[in-house]
């Protein structure tokens, strides 16, 4: 799971995108589970908690498989979103 900052205009749309063209075809599926806008953040910004359902058909996933995925993930969304990680 992704706890991402990001300017309150870019459109999950995008947030999706990144992640799917980044990750490749390890990522099964991306699940929006929660979106916050308000006073515990900056003006303009909002908060996506966003899981990465990864699966690979030829073999089990390991640890590392995960890191890197999220990894790639992450350096996407802060170079197309302009997104931060929370926390």
Do not use: N, W
Not at 32 to 43: I, S, T, V
């Amino acid at each position: 799971d992704l706890s991402i900052e990001l300017p309150a205009e870019v459109p999950y749309a995008a947030v999706e995108r990144a992640i799917r063209d980044a990750v490749g075809e390890t990522l099964a599926d991306v699940v929006l589970f929660d979106r916050y806008m308000g006073e515990k953040l900056a003006d303009g910004t909002k908060s996506l908690a966003i899981g990465l359902i990864l699966q690979d058909h030829s073999r089990t996933l390991v640890d590392e498989d995960a890191d890197r995925c999220t990894g790639l993930a992450v350096a996407a969304l802060e170079s197309a979103c302009r997104a931060k990680l929370r926390g």
